[in-house]
């Protein structure tokens, strides 16, 4: 969770591909980063990559990642971890679960926090806010736009005036609705 915060405190820590043949390299690059639920996920996984084998600025080049932006979440990242330590034992996520569990756990916790920022798919395949029913429209920069799995519900964690008119959304993660209901029933009652 000090991955996601963090990654959520810098504008964007992939680089998006410009032409067919760099989108190419960037989905084979993606590979060993993504996952096809998350966003948040992609970012802790990605933050992990770093923290085992740090990546220079050639290697976050080659993988299309942001070098400042990935050093700047670091750095975040080992403030907060200061900062909550003193008030107790933190504890890690992946007590030897599968990356699938892992990934559950993770985008529950950010359920928790986000809950009011989640759309539902409606019947003409379009994403439409709970509270507003605002259509939205999942950023291309998501892995969720190119590589995702189609999700019933979806959080998401900042909005923006699209490019092509309309309300975008970056940071967005799948999630079972079954979530919203156990982590914030007072919301949607």
Not at 45 to 61: F, G, Q, V
Not at 69 to 85: G, M, N, P
Not at 89 to 94: C, G, Q, S, V, Y
Request: aromatic letters at 10%; one cysteine or more.
């Amino acid at each position: 969770i000090f991955s996601v915060a963090s990654a959520l405190q810098v504008r964007s820590l992939f680089h998006q591909p410009r032409n067919s043949k760099q989108q190419i390299e960037y989905d084979s690059v993606m590979n060993d980063v993504m996952d096809m639920r998350s966003d948040h996920v992609t970012y802790v996984n990605l933050m992990d990559i770093h923290e085992s084998t740090p990546l220079n600025a050639e290697d976050c080049k080659e993988r299309f990642v942001n070098y400042m932006a990935l050093r700047r979440a670091c750095e975040v990242k080992a403030q907060l971890h200061r900062f909550l330590r003193r008030y107790g034992k933190i504890e890690a996520m992946d007590n030897g679960q599968s990356d699938e569990e892992i990934s559950a756990k993770i985008r529950r916790c950010i359920t928790a926090g986000f809950f009011s920022n989640t759309a539902k798919l409606g019947k003409d395949g379009r994403y439409y806010a709970l509270r507003g029913n605002h259509m939205i429209s999942i950023s291309s920069a998501s892995v969720l736009h190119r590589f995702g799995m189609g999700s019933e519900y979806i959080l998401f964690s900042e909005t923006y005036d699209g490019s092509r008119g309309g309300i975008e959304v970056r940071g967005v993660s799948a999630i079972e609705g079954k979530w919203l209901l156990e982590l914030a029933p007072h919301y949607f009652e």
